[in-house]
């Protein structure tokens, strides 16, 4: 859970820092994904936990976006204690049911090279890998932890392994809501 460059909360489980690429600032939503590039970027950010090669296209960032909204969905849920709508449960399905997609061996004339999947089939793996990541997640102990900043004007969510913990980052909204309580008791008391 680290403040990262153009992502602001990496760290979490993967379902959650996939989900936190949609922010709130000064009351607007942000998506922190709305290009290819940009998706490009999250994944080089994640290499340690997706793997992913080349550059993400239009058709890629689509299937991830839609997947992060049912993700976002069930989460959703979880926290509120009721049930997801059926699409969010049956995108997830879907994406959860997708076999993994793997590099092959391949062999030129004189020596073996890996043969990357073709695209639509990292395209699978990658939303297999999220969609699995989100079902653990919502199946496991974390899920009775999982929680959206308290601060107004957040909407990232973690899994808060400290019971007390209420900001994604204390740093960053917990400090503002710190500077707005003091300003508030300041201007009170004057």
């Known amino acids: 859970m680290t403040p990262t460059p153009g992502f602001l909360l990496m760290g979490e489980p993967l379902a959650l820092d996939l989900v936190n690429t949609r922010v709130r600032h000064n009351g607007a939503a ?5 290009t290819p590039a940009a998706l490009t970027m999250w994944l080089r950010r994640e290499r340690g936990r997706v793997a992913w090669t080349g550059a993400a296209s239009a058709a890629d960032l689509t299937a991830v976006l839609g997947l992060r ?3 976002a969905r069930l989460l959703c849920a979880t926290r509120e204690h009721t049930r997801p709508p059926k699409p969010a449960l049956d ?3 879907r994406a959860l049911a997708w076999p993994m997609a793997r590099p092959r061996l391949g062999w030129s004339a004189s020596e073996p090279h890996l043969v990357p999947p073709a695209p639509d089939s990292q395209r699978r793996a990658l939303l297999h890998v999220l969609a699995a990541d989100a079902a653990t997640l919502l199946t496991g102990p974390q899920a009775e932890r999982l929680r959206q900043c308290a601060h107004p004007d957040c909407i990232l969510q973690f899994v ?8 994604c980052s204390d740093s960053v909204c917990g400090n503002r809501a710190r500077v707005a309580r003091h300003y508030l008791h300041q201007h009170r008391t004057h």
Do not use: C, F, M, S
Request: a positive charge; charged letters at 40%.
């Open 160 to 167: 808060a392994r400290n019971p007390r913990r209420r900001w």
């Open 69 to 71: 909204d049912a993700i």
């Open 91 to 93: 995108k997830v399905n």
């Open 30 to 34: 942000l998506d922190l994904l709305e």
